[in-house]
Structure formats: structure tokens, C-alpha cells
């Protein structure tokens, strides 16, 4: 299956981090696709700070045989010493069709044509779709932290041209 990303405007971020879904996107969303207000709001402080795109934006995950938005994904951080972490979701309901594997494809390649030289992916050992996610496309594990809601989290990172 193709999937694509479609890059959210400024006013289709504003929207989406009102928890509003962005004009012209009506009925376009899988269930439970639409990313979490949180996510577009960060990409807003991004911008507001100064960071350009890639890093200042939410992508939408859209499956091209049908036009339908089955997840979003995205920079969480501009690059601090070349690395920039990134976060993906996909519907319950379109999950193991490629999405999220296809979507961070595509998220390393804009990472590290914008002079990125490493991503980091953070995920709970529990999500095994992730974990085979992120060690399908060649990432390491380099550490594990306590998140801010107490979640065990592992760190994977790709470095550039690995």
C-alpha cells in the first residue's frame, strides 16, 4: 500500500491544536487518526521560536489508494547536536498495513536531507508494532528513560547514512 505525507498549514496547525479538524479535512479521517491537539501545538512553539520546516510541522499520514488520513507523525524537536527525535501514530484500525513504517521512512529521509545526521525514536517495549517498526528500518537501541507519566521508554536512533 502507498502512503504519502501531507504537510499541515499554519491554519490547519491552529485548528488541529483547538482540537478542531482543519477545513477541507472533514470525513477524510480513519478513526482515532487525527494526532492529539498537543502534537500541533508543539509544532506551533517550533515555529514561533524560529525553527523552519521540517522541524516546525505535523505531517498527516494518508493512504494514496483512497485518500484517507490513517495517522499522523513529525519532528517533536528541531535538531539539538544533529539529532532530532520524531513521533508517529497510526489508527487501531489501519494498523499493520504499513503506515508507520512507510511514515518514518519518509521522516528520516526529510530529517537527514535538512542536516540532520541522527533520529531518535522512543518507544514502550510493550508496543510491539513499533519495536518491529524501528528494527525493520535499522535502528539501535542507546538508552531507556522514565517518561513524565512514569512510562518505561526505550531509546532506538538511526544515524545518517546507516
Not at 528541531?78 to 518514518?104: F, H, I, M
Not at 536531507?113 to 524501528?134: F, K, Q, Y
Request: a negative charge.
Amino acid at each position: 500500500m502507498p502512503f504519502s505525507l501531507l504537510q499541515l498549514s499554519r491554519p490547519a496547525l491552529e485548528a488541529l491544536a483547538a482540537s478542531r479538524v482543519p477545513d477541507g479535512l472533514e470525513g477524510r479521517f480513519a478513526p482515532d487518526a487525527l494526532p492529539p491537539s498537543f502534537v500541533a501545538s508543539r509544532s506551533l512553539v517550533l515555529a514561533a521560536a524560529g525553527h523552519s520546516e521540517p522541524w516546525a510541522t505535523t505531517y498527516l499520514i494518508v493512504d494514496d489508494d483512497d485518500d484517507r488520513i490513517v495517522g499522523g507523525c513529525g519532528f517533536k524537536t528541531a535538531p539539538q547536536d544533529g539529532r532530532v527525535e520524531v513521533g508517529y501514530g497510526v489508527s487501531p484500525a489501519e494498523q499493520g498495513r504499513g503506515a508507520a513504517t512507510q511514515a518514518l521512512e519518509m521522516l528520516l529521509r526529510r530529517a537527514f536531507e535538512a542536516g540532520a545526521n541522527e533520529v531518535l525514536v522512543e518507544v514502550a517495549p510493550t508496543n510491539h508494532a513499533s519495536n518491529r517498526v524501528v528494527q525493520k528500518l535499522g535502528f539501535a537501541v542507546v538508552g531507556a528513560r522514565i517518561d513524565g507519566d512514569n512510562e518505561y521508554l526505550v531509546q532506538w536512533a538511526k544515524r545518517s547514512g546507516a
